[in-house]
């Protein structure tokens, strides 16, 4: 049975014969969600654009994999015996390869892993055996690979490219209904089938002339009618869930509303968001996209608030630097930042000074932008977002709901409570509660967690409490931005479809 840490510690104190140096810390530091509010968006997310992610937003990967599979199941056989290793490691080599070719010919490209396949690429060729490719391939299967969970690897299965094996849960089988795009893209393979990269079990080798060569054949732009077609059924169309083809739906008309032809450009997302959370009079989202437009604006109102919180921690930790101050002295420097009279009712003097219509946009914008440095104006942005929030709190409990992430609705009853309360009052709370408390409890039980485990050495905690107040740790710093929201993989999947 592993031994606790504190245990450790005691025997060695009572062991010591006297002091002595110590080796520096090897914990890293963590800023990724400080105050634990991260899943409810992801929630909510599901509840607009189901199945997709912020990675996975071209079809030609989901392609490979499901290609790589059917093959990797042909060639087994075709060999006979059994062994799923071999399958899973020529699906593995497959993705990779891919991945070096793409590269190889655009080092910008829009793949994940770009820097890790940097070592593979340095090279006149790459043996796909050995220590150091399975090591490799450890690594990254988990992080940069395509089918990684982080990346294709769920919505390979959740657009329904393949599906699961009845005789092993762990393989996968392409779905019939997308052998036409399977065909297709092997077609563009040509000659290239007979490498022994893609027709072999076992040890290969592929040189960097090879995988520059077929870079142009496979690479992103060259999607073939067949698997566009299967992507539109997927995204929009008879395969998709009802809540993914609304979602998708209610950004295309947004999209082309806009009017900016290019889906995917920072330009066409910006603007679709805009419309689709009901920002822009001119766009009435189709009768079929009311209900996803509703959800939509949640979500929106949702990821306001999270960088509202996020961001009014950030502010916390810088006010500390100077040394530690009590929750009155910092809910005092706040309202001055603010330009809010501590003394005046917070619902007159903050809550009632932003109508509840105003542009949710613009004032994620505001604090995206004060964030950086010297973060001049933060503390007021802080304040107008949080009143925009309040505004547009949902009245009836959903099922993301989870008390202990803060649920938008429980914030805006309480800062509704203390509306008739000096502003002081709301500030001291939201420091308080909204943002130190959160930031706590959720990093005390991560740290706590990773501890038992003997996992991750990862200080998440930022702030502590002296004698003299809330005292900031050793190089705390934050840096919140806005949690990205699927819809440029929405419309780059749109597009790259024919469905914009």
């Given at each position: 049975m592993a031994r606790e840490p504190v245990a450790e510690l005691i025997e060695a104190a009572r062991n010591a014969a006297g002091p002595r140096t110590v080796r520096p810390s090897d914990v890293d530091g963590s800023s990724i969600d400080p105050c634990g509010l991260r899943q409810a968006n992801f929630d909510m997310m599901d509840e607009v654009l189901d199945g997709l992610n912020n990675v996975a937003r071209h079809i030609r990967p989901f392609t490979v994999l499901a290609w790589a599979w059917r093959q990797a199941l042909r060639l087994a056989e075709r060999e006979g015996g059994d062994g799923f290793a071999r399958i899973e490691r020529f699906v593995a080599r497959c993705e990779t390869v891919f991945a070096m070719s793409v590269f190889a010919g655009d080092r910008s490209a829009d793949l994940p892993g770009g820097q890790a396949l940097s070592q593979l690429l340095a090279g006149p060729s790459y043996r796909f055996s050995g220590t150091h490719w399975e090591n490799f391939w450890k690594v990254r299967r988990l992080s940069t690979a395509l089918a990684a969970p982080v990346n294709y690897?769920?919505?390979?299965?959740?657009?329904?490219?393949?599906?699961?094996?009845?005789?092993?849960?762990?393989?996968?089988?392409?779905?019939?209904?997308?052998?036409?795009?399977l065909d297709a893209f092997e077609a563009l393979l040509g000659d290239r089938l007979d490498h022994p990269a893609f027709s072999s079990f076992g040890d290969v080798e592929v040189t960097l002339e090879e995988a520059a060569a077929w870079a142009p054949a496979w690479s992103l732009s060259t999607l073939t009618e067949a698997e566009k077609a299967f992507m539109r059924r997927t995204l929009a169309g008879d395969l998709a869930t009802p809540t993914r083809a609304a979602g998708v739906g209610l950004l295309v008309a947004a999209a082309r509303h806009a009017g900016v032809p290019d889906f995917g450009s920072p330009e066409a997302v910006a603007a679709a968001r805009k419309a689709a959370a009901g920002e822009v009079a001119a766009f009435a989202p189709p009768a079929e996209f009311q209900s996803a437009a509703a959800a939509f604006r949640r979500l929106q109102v949702?990821?306001?608030?999270?960088?509202?919180?996020?961001?009014?921690?950030?502010?916390t930790v810088d006010s500390l630097q100077d040394g530690p101050l009590r929750s009155d002295q910092l809910a005092a420097a706040f309202l001055r930042d603010a330009g809010i009279h501590p003394d005046a009712p917070a619902g007159d003097a903050w809550l009632g000074t932003v109508e509840a219509s105003s542009p949710l946009s613009a004032a994620s914008g505001e604090i995206e932008a004060a964030l950086k440095p010297p973060r001049n104006g933060l503390a007021e942005a802080i304040a107008r977002g949080l009143a925009l929030c309040v505004g547009n709190a949902p009245v009836d409990a959903a099922a993301c709901d989870r008390e202990d992430r803060l649920p938008l609705r429980r914030a805006a009853a309480q800062a509704r409570a203390r509306a008739h309360l000096p502003a002081r009052e709301l500030a001291r709370h939201a420091i308080e509660s909204w943002a130190l408390g959160q930031h706590v409890y959720w990093a005390v039980g991560r740290g706590l967690q990773d501890a038992r485990g003997r996992g991750k050495r990862i200080l998440r905690l930022k702030v502590v409490m002296e004698e003299g107040g809330w005292q900031a740790l050793p190089m705390a710093r934050l840096s919140p931005e806005p949690t990205p929201d699927r819809v440029r993989t929405a419309l780059t999947l749109a597009a790259e479809s024919g469905l914009g």
């Open positions: 690897g769920p919505g390979l299965r959740t657009f329904g490219w393949v599906l699961r094996n009845a005789a092993n849960a762990s393989a996968l089988v392409p779905n019939p209904q997308a052998e036409d795009a949702r990821q306001l608030f999270r960088l509202c919180v996020e961001a009014l921690l950030a502010w």
